[in-house]
């Protein structure tokens, strides 16, 4: 062979064998992505946002106090909690997969979800008891509810379309006696024989800063059934993300128990930073206030735990409400929730 076709051969060669090389280092480049780890298998914490009901609060503590003290962290949680407010609608941000766990204010809301075709539970409930309250003056005591006959009622609109309908049916009221809450107790302070609407850490104290000491009744010690500061998920999060999510509600109940028994200040201080607006006072009489009426550790909670829900109180409130024409009694209200990650006395103080 002529030097000049063995050298053109040669060439050939060599460029087949290095086109040969390059496919080869590309299957092998395309292997190495394919098997690496990913980000989170590399130890980069899992990102969740939640969304809270309002904003940062001492009602919250437990939330804060898990996310202060590393309790998320220590799950390989990075967990962003996202203040609410009033203009902030969690049942639609959850429902539209906006946000990955949010806070339900009560029982209404997923299973007003669940009626919508939305595929969203409930996971756990801080409060076993409702924090709503009605107040009366101090001179104003109340046998019972039926002494509310006749008499203004002052409450907000999301009052009228969730306790209120079991108030007027259980006790025979009337919406005549509703008057709107506009976010003053000013109504209220001038109308002697006025009745209002609030939460427990909040109006009682609010009048009482104003000097008027109120008679306060938890509307949960007379007979209202329902959860509170529940955390919600949708399905989808509860099927892809179970090991985080259990994480999530472990830490937050132990967030709890520190919070209602150990030094609260690591949350109250990432609360005042979320929420310049409340004050070391304010928190004070919230927290106590949680604790002197069970609103976290009563009921269910005592023998199972912090976050406890039960089959049976679910069933008890939808069948209340339904009855009141609230819910379609048809409705599987089973699908609003799931007791898989509570009841296990996880964190439990002796």
Not at 20 to 35: D, G, K, N, Q, T
Not at 84 to 96: E, K, M, W, Y
Not at 212 to 235: F, K, Q, R
Request: neutral net charge.
């Amino acid at each position: 062979m002529a030097a000049g076709s063995r050298s053109r051969f040669d060439r050939g060669r060599a460029a087949r064998y290095c086109a040969a090389m390059r496919s080869v280092a590309f299957f092998v480049f395309l292997c190495l992505v394919h098997a690496a780890p990913s980000p989170r298998a590399l130890g980069e914490p899992m990102r969740i946002t939640f969304a809270t009901d309002w904003k940062a609060q001492a009602e919250h503590g437990g939330f804060y106090q898990a996310k202060a003290l590393g309790l998320y962290a220590a799950r390989g949680l990075d967990v962003t909690i996202r203040m609410g407010g009033p203009a902030q609608d969690n049942p639609r941000l959850i429902a539209a997969g906006a946000i990955d766990l949010a806070m339900a204010s009560n029982n209404f809301q997923p299973l007003n979800l669940i009626a919508a075709g939305a595929k969203v539970k409930a996971v756990m409930a801080s409060f076993q008891k409702d924090p709503q309250v009605l107040m009366t003056h101090p001179e104003d005591r109340l046998a019972d509810f039926r002494a509310l006959r006749g008499r203004p009622v002052i409450m907000s609109d999301s009052a009228i379309n969730t306790w209120w309908p079991w108030l007027k049916s259980k006790y025979g009221l009337s919406d005549r006696q509703i008057r709107k809450y506009t976010y003053s107790l000013a109504p209220w302070l001038v109308n002697p024989g006025a009745v209002q609407e609030g939460y427990l850490s909040s109006e009682p104290f609010s009048a009482a800063a104003q000097g008027v000491l109120p008679n306060v009744y938890l509307l949960a010690d007379h007979g209202y059934h329902g959860y509170s500061a529940m955390i919600m998920a949708s399905e989808q999060f509860l099927e892809r993300h179970e090991p985080a999510l259990r994480g999530f509600v472990e830490a937050t109940i132990e967030g709890w128990y520190s919070y209602l028994h150990d030094d609260p200040a690591p949350a109250d201080a990432l609360i005042k930073s979320d929420n310049p607006e409340t004050t070391d006072a304010l928190l004070a009489y919230s927290r106590s206030a949680m604790k002197d009426y069970g609103i976290v550790e009563s009921g269910d909670a005592e023998a199972l735990g912090i976050g406890a829900m039960t089959d049976a109180r679910w069933q008890a409130f939808f069948e209340d409400m339904a009855g009141l024409g609230l819910f379609d009694p048809e409705l599987d209200y089973s699908q609003a929730y799931t007791t898989r990650f509570v009841n296990q006395r996880h964190g439990a103080r002796q």
